[in-house]
């Protein structure tokens, strides 16, 4: 538990990555390559952290 | 009860009317679309097919008449509708066919031929296979246009559904951290940490996605506009002709519009009287070579009797944002690893689509409920949603 977050502390996280999913649908449109490779890792980066969140604190 | 309460629990109702709606064609939609992010895949491997013959590199392509008279030899007492370039086999081309020119090409076949000896492959009933199966219940349930609509609208439910999410989810986390996951606790509340923090993780991309789809449900309604627009205005003077009987050369076609849109490469050719063209044209559409520009098609006007150019122009807006949305709902523009992503998005949503129907079915039963799930994290008065 923490303190009364602010709507700035709830949002930042999700507006970052928000912005980075947004970056990573785009840069494959744009060209092949490094390209796709950013966008690979951009769009992993949900995923990552959900099963990242979820194992960490898993029920015995 | 402050302003702000009441407006969040409007945007709560919001919330719950919209998703629970669209909660079960979404989840449809979200099975359905797994395995077609891998048709390709699954169609290779359920299905085999004639292999075209070896080709070196530089060898020319067959001529298009010779290829095109083959085809139709197999197909006896049907015309020819589309000449389609295979985007991910070059060696092979496909010819649309079907009873009469103004027949619902849905319904035509389609036969494979080889593009460099011009010969048949083969010509095989896609209407059977689980790939196919599984397109029309994702696009239109099998019912047609009003299906595609239909499924539409649920689409937009559910930006709706996702946008009204992001608000509600700032009380429900008011006291947690970013990503808390309250694993001790009873599974209502490990489940809406769940669903929220999915949720959340996800916003941009099923925004994409759920909008794309939706536009993707428009493409006959922006084929008719376009029909009525642009291509009426380029062959008005052709506007009273009847479809030509005798065809011009339809390798001759191709090349005119080779040299018409330098830099570009044919994706498929419309003949006479189709959707897609003019009564009196070969419609030769090229596409760039970008992975963007290869989405955007730009038409170039064969006058079929003449073998002339009559016009090519850029496709106007409505048909662009169509062709750039279809990449962006389909995934299938990054390679394997990106198809893998999707999946893994795909799979993350049907489990907040899941959590989602848990906690709404939860809400309504006395005891543990969701509210109290939410109200044990947060406090109604908060001032940073006060002031």
Redesign the interface.
């Known amino acids: ?7 700035t502390q ?5 507006l970052v ?3 980075v ?2 970056v990573g ?1 785009i840069s ?5 390559g490094w ?2 490779a950013v ?2 890792v951009a ?2 980066l ?2 990552l ?2 099963l ?3 194992w ?4 015995n | 009860m402050t302003a702000t309460t009441k407006s969040l629990r409007r945007w709560g109702a919001v919330h719950k009317w919209t998703s629970l709606i669209c909660t079960l064609f979404m989840l449809l939609l979200c099975i359905t679309g797994l395995p077609l992010i891998f048709h390709d895949e699954i169609d290779d491997l359920l299905h085999s097919q004639v292999k075209p013959a070896e080709a070196a590199a530089g060898t020319p392509p067959a001529n298009l008449d010779h290829l095109l008279a083959n085809a139709l030899a197999r197909a006896p007492g049907k015309v020819p509708h589309f000449l389609i370039w295979d985007r991910d086999e070059p060696g092979a081309m496909w010819v649309s066919v079907g009873p009469t020119i103004d027949a619902d090409p849905t319904n035509n076949l389609l036969i494979r031929m080889d593009t460099h000896t011009g010969a048949y492959l083969d010509s095989p009933d896609v209407t059977g296979r689980f790939t196919y199966i599984m397109l029309k219940l994702h696009t239109d349930m099998f019912a047609g246009l009003p299906g595609k609509l239909f499924l539409g609208l649920m689409g937009i439910l559910f930006c709706v559904a996702i946008i009204s999410g992001i608000v509600v989810y700032a009380p429900s986390m008011r006291k947690l951290r970013f990503g808390a996951y309250r694993a001790q606790r009873t599974r209502v509340v490990r489940w809406l940490d769940v669903h929220n923090l999915a949720g959340i993780l996800l916003v941009a991309w099923t925004l994409v996605v759920g909008f794309t789809g939706v536009i993707n449900t428009w493409a006959d309604l922006v084929l008719k506009m376009w029909q009525f627009g642009q291509l009426a205005e380029m062959t008005a003077q052709y506007k009273d002709r009847q479809v030509s009987s005798k065809l011009t050369s339809l390798n001759g076609a191709v090349e005119v519009a080779r040299h018409a849109v330098p830099g570009m490469t044919p994706s498929f050719v419309a003949f006479p009287g189709t959707l897609f063209s003019s009564k009196s044209h070969y419609a030769v559409f090229l596409h760039g070579d970008t992975p963007l520009t290869s989405r955007l098609l730009k038409p170039a006007l064969i006058d079929a009797e003449t073998g002339d150019l009559t016009d090519s122009r850029d496709m106007p807006w409505y048909v662009s944002t169509l062709y750039v949305s279809q990449p962006l709902h389909f995934g299938d523009y990054g390679g394997m690893p990106l198809k893998i992503v999707w999946a893994l998005l795909d799979i993350l949503t049907i489990f907040i689509l899941a959590t989602g129907v848990y906690l709404w079915m939860r809400r309504r039963k006395a005891g543990v409920s969701v509210e109290r799930a939410i109200a044990s994290a947060a406090s109604i008065d908060n001032p940073a949603l006060t002031s």
């Open positions: 538990m923490v303190a009364h977050r602010s709507l709830i949002f930042a996280a999700p990555i928000a912005i999913s947004t649908l494959a449109l744009v060209g092949d390209w796709d966008s690979w769009l992993g949900p995923v952290l959900y990242l969140f979820i960490r604190r898993r029920p």
